[in-house]
């Protein structure tokens, strides 16, 4: 379909379609690769649409690609990255308004990725690609595999997360038996919420070098053995929002977005993106590694000397389009967006967007604006094509867009997540020590966990370690619960804002005599 012709057919009936795109952010970065140890950022949590309108929504919040830093860059591009963070997902099977949370681990060009604890690529437990990727390494909180969930209701408020690499494991001269290499990089994630804090899973290394015993001439240059790339690059990734369109009967073509919102702007309070810091191995792995040589306990805090803070600036914004249902055209109409919403700053470390308050509304009782849902097609001088925000009042009646409905519509029920249950699985041979429990977060599900020793988890015992590595992985684990508590602090605390809450029921304590070396591990998700 070319779109040089800004009109149709008078009998052409309401097409749907969705609107998709990446908003950039203008961020500083340094030029030296010091800060190649991870980093953290507060992203804002807040509901996108103001009706969930079913499977077909993917989008995630604000959020970045983190990418071993390999130097000199290979001759192929070798893709392999941490992307996780808040959002929607099409598989996501218990979803709600509120966004979830996930890892997003991907190994060598998405042959396998990891959400977190038994979440991957698909639910084929004979041919696991990433369900046993990242082990559970607090005690305190559950982690379902539809994704970790915020307090429904949560409009706004900022999750404090990041990725540091611990020294967990030891580096191994073989992989699977192959002689190539395995890193000693833990990439654990840490997270900063109003009612939990500190370090919650981790990717377990065998995760990045597993496609290495296939293709051993990439041995040693993934996320287990490389540190990170120093550069940032953050952005919101938009695959799906509902749209419609029509024409009227003079042939002028209308559009309507699904009710849209982003944080108002306002001030630092209502701000998507903030504090996004990077850190060299000064910050923690130096430390830590010291302390399970023998040494000291080290301070939970990141060393803010040996961290970066990057500076915003008001460049990128939306680079939003629109696409027809079944409409194959890679290049299809831009919407402009600069005469309503552009990128800027409320402070160095304050990503926020500037709205044009006469194009926009605000959202009743909510620190949200709602950004326009009427368009009109109208030809640029290039001769190009272009949705263009207008009032509703401005949209003839005939088209029936005011009538579109893009609420939850009738689905199918949620599939259940069903973990092994054979006798001589991993999840029951050596088995776990307590159980079953249950929980009963704020999507509708209801969660059943055991609770395991570490090592006895069945994603370390997926991990391509012996019984001996196992046990030397389940001390270290044993001084981080014994020393490190869930109200310490870790990341950088945040210079504005208010701190979103982890879904109280995903919060647990171990029970007594657990509460050392034990963690709580998800077997099953599904409806009452």
């Known amino acids: 379909m070319r779109y040089s012709v800004l009109t149709m057919k008078k009998d052409t009936a309401i097409q749907r379609g969705h609107l998709g795109g990446y908003t950039r952010v203008g961020i500083v970065n340094r030029e030296d690769a010091e800060f190649n140890a991870g980093y953290s950022c507060y992203s804002a949590a807040w509901p996108l649409l103001r009706e969930y309108p079913g499977h077909k929504f993917q989008s995630g919040l604000f959020g970045t690609w983190m990418f071993a830093h390999l130097d000199p860059p290979p001759e192929k591009r070798l893709y392999s990255d941490i992307e996780g963070g808040l959002g929607w997902w099409r598989d996501t099977e218990y979803p709600t308004e509120t966004p979830k949370f996930i890892m997003g681990g991907v190994a060598l060009d998405f042959s396998e990725w990891a959400n977190g604890p038994g979440a991957g690529k698909g639910r084929d437990w004979g041919d696991p690609k990433g369900n046993y990727a990242v082990a559970q390494l607090s005690p305190y909180v559950l982690w379902p595999p539809d994704g970790l969930n915020l307090k429904q209701g949560t409009c706004g408020e900022l999750l404090g997360y990041g990725y540091i690499p611990l020294p967990l494991t030891d580096r191994k001269s073989t992989t699977a038996g192959v002689e190539v290499p395995t890193g000693d990089h833990s990439w654990t994630l840490f997270l900063n919420a109003a009612n939990f804090k500190g370090p919650v899973t981790f990717f ?37 929002l509902p749209w419609a369109q029509a024409a009227d009967s ?52 990141l060393d803010p000397a040996a961290a970066h803070v990057h500076s915003f600036e008001p ?24 005469n309503f919403m552009k990128p800027a700053v409320i402070d160095q470390h304050t990503f926020c967007f500037e709205w044009d308050r006469d194009s926009v509304a605000r959202e009743t009782g909510k620190p949200l604006i709602v950004m326009p849902e009427y368009y009109r097609m109208i030809q640029d001088g290039d001769g190009r094509a272009r949705w263009t925000a207008v009032p509703m009042e401005s949209v003839p009646e005939e088209t029936g867009l005011a009538s579109v409905s893009f609420s939850r519509p009738e689905e199918p029920p949620p599939q259940t997540y069903i973990t092994p249950e054979e006798p001589d699985s991993c999840w029951k041979k050596p088995g776990p020590v307590a159980g079953p429990f249950k929980a009963h977060p704020g999507d509708g599900s209801t969660v059943t966990y055991y609770w395991y020793r570490f090592a006895d988890q069945p994603a370390m015992l997926n991990a391509d ?62 409806l009452e």
């Open 465 to 526: 370690m012996t019984d001996a590595e196992r046990e030397t992985v389940q001390q270290r684990v044993e001084k981080i619960h014994a020393h490190w508590g869930k109200d310490s602090e870790y990341l950088p605390p945040p210079e504005a804002g208010t701190l979103a809450e982890i879904d109280p029921a995903l919060l647990v304590t171990p029970p007594k005599g657990l509460e050392i070396g034990h963690v709580p591990i998800v077997t099953r998700q599904g």
């Open 250 to 301: 003079a042939g002028n073509i209308f559009g309507r977005l699904a009710p849209t919102l982003f944080p108002s702007c306002d001030g630092a309070d209502s701000s998507p993106l903030h504090l996004v810091t990077s850190y060299s191995k000064a910050a923690m792995w130096e430390r830590v590694k010291a302390w399970f040589e023998g040494g000291p306990v080290p301070a939970t805090t």
């Open 204 to 240: 377990t290394p065998y995760f990045w070098s597993k496609i290495t015993a296939e293709k051993p001439e990439l041995g040693g240059m993934f996320l287990d053995s490389k540190p990170s790339q120093h550069r940032r690059h953050f952005s919101m990734e938009t695959q799906h």
């Open 315 to 338: 460049k990128g914004g939306p680079g939003f389009r629109i696409w027809l249902d079944g409409d194959p055209n890679e290049q299809p109409p831009e919407v402009i967006v600069d």
